[in-house]
């Protein structure tokens, strides 16, 4: 978890403890004295002037992201902790925080096996059928890149899929299915005139091979389970937000049911964010 305090002021890290002030739903907070400005202050840690404890406010997001809907955890938060809440309020959260922490692992620069698999499936939001793509590192399985797109599968799409992938590094090889768009979107991508860059594209044709890209699909279906349990997305703004919330989830918070370990920490990225995994990536994302 993060220790060190900088002022506010004038971002100097030459500050001492003042005593705690009491807060009327976060309990005593540490408040410090700037030895440079000589002003006080309290440190953010992303929870700054909540009205709920930032233990109810990252519980009610692992909750949500790990398959218990927002009413019930409304409804969870008021019989054991005789805490009020909406389940707007569960939403709202998860969406501000997502959006915060999904800003600060994107800065992050995991180490990745170069084994992509990659793949689109389709995502239920109303009466639409918006198109969510993904690609994972086999090594960390480390969920490397993601596209959500309300179109069909399109070139442009595909194009950009490929180049938030080579923004994570240069792969050995990237597996796809038989969409055509890959294909073309690899080569504009990855060059095959360019000597440098050596990625082999492996197509697996499931009509021909009859082998599904199942280390992928694995990866789909949980996302895909937890989409059903929201009954399916609602806004296109707020959809985007709640599957970034799901890649979160699966790199940085639970460990990998095969692996037992973290992708995160496979990928190397030693993060110190403590048992409360969302509090902890909160505030390194709020410094």
Partial sequence: MITSAKCRYCKSERVVKRGLSPTANRGKQQRYLCRDCDKTFIQDLGF??????????????????????????RDHLARHDETKVSHVSVLDWCRKYVLRVQKYVNQLQ???SGQYYADETEIDR?????????????????????LYSPLSQNMGDAK????????????????????????????????????????????????????HNVRIETVFSKIKDRVQDFRGLKALWSAPILLAGIVIQHNFIQNHTTTKKLPCELAGLKLDAGVNKWMGLISCASL
């Fill in 126 to 146: 109303r009466k639409n059928k918006d198109i969510f793509w993904c690609s994972v590192d086999w090594g960390s399985r480390y969920i490397n890149a993601t």
């Fill in 110 to 112: 995991p180490t990745l």
């Fill in 160 to 211: 950009e899929f490929m180049q938030r992938m080579k923004k994570s590094g240069i792969p050995a090889y990237i597996q796809t299915d038989g969409l055509p768009q890959y294909p073309r979107a690899f080569r504009k991508t990855f060059g095959q005139g360019n000597r440098t860059i050596i990625t082999e594209h492996r197509v697996n044709n499931v009509s021909k091979s009859k082998k």
């Fill in 48 to 73: 700054w002037k909540m009205k709920n404890s930032e233990k109810i406010i990252t519980r009610s997001i692992d909750a949500y992201f790990s398959n218990l809907s927002s009413r019930k955890m």
